[in-house]
């Protein structure tokens, strides 16, 4: 008897086969569901890397809703983008941990101030948004508005809304907490004289941070001087013009500077 060898994709059955388990099973390990046991997991992972199985995301999404796919969205009117050592790491994360789990991330630059989420896109739909915007909590509550046409969980990074909104979870950093850190440690060394160094687009972390600070120098009641420059976007040179500028205009010693 002559035995044909299969061709075409590798399915599910077929990595149920060699793993000796069902088919509900294979696909409970691929979307992380719970009811099998560490040593079935490993069984199925093997029979998939054996088989250099792939999961054809187009025929699941069809027949689940889902699109395996995370939209980031970075309103940014400088448009300095991934340029911006922050924007990058959050990037990083979200590519990293999305992937483990099976999911793409979709990247989206916004320079605008107002929104459409139909042009933004309208390529490809997706499972959740994750926003990081600059301007203040009133052009971020339009956005979101726009963004809620979409249905889906909405989180917010680094920033904040007014009021509350539905499916929308907001990750922040204590930014009252640090601006107190800073002052105490800078003045713990004498330092009197600061200059706060800030890009002219306003993000609401930078902003609340220098607020922070000026109210935690004045609560520690010592002689002290804060000063606020604008440089016209973070980049190195950007930065120094706006120093330099600074310094010839208004030139007191300075002990420490902060920035982002």
Known sequence: MILKRKTGPVQLIDVAKRAGVSKSTVSNVLNS?????????????????????????????LRSSKQWTVSYL???????FLSDTVTARITSGLSETLSERGYDL???????????????????????????????PSETNTILSSLRQMNV???????????????????????????RLIVEHLASR????????????????????????????ADLDVDSRLRLIRADSESYHDVIRAVMAFAENDPPPLNAASLR
Do not use: H, M
């Open 106 to 136: 979709q990247i989206q630059l916004c320079t605008d101030k107002v929104l459409n989420p139909n042009d933004i896109f309208r390529r490809r739909s997706t499972d959740a948004v994750v926003l990081t915007c600059s301007g203040t």
């Open 74 to 80: 970075i309103r940014d009117t400088a448009g300095e």
């Open 153 to 179: 969980p909405i989180i917010l990074i680094k920033n904040k809304c007014i009021g509350a909104l539905d499916d929308l979870a907001i990750i922040d950093q204590d930014d009252c907490e640090a601006g």
């Open 190 to 217: 004498n330092a009197r004289n600061f200059w706060y160094i800030s890009s002219k687009v306003k993000w609401y972390t930078l902003e609340g941070r220098f607020s922070y600070i000026k109210k935690a120098l």
């Open 33 to 61: 569901r719970p009811g099998f046991s560490e040593k079935t997991r490993r069984k199925v992972e093997k029979a998939i890397a054996d088989l250099n199985y792939v999961t054809d995301k187009a025929a699941s999404s």
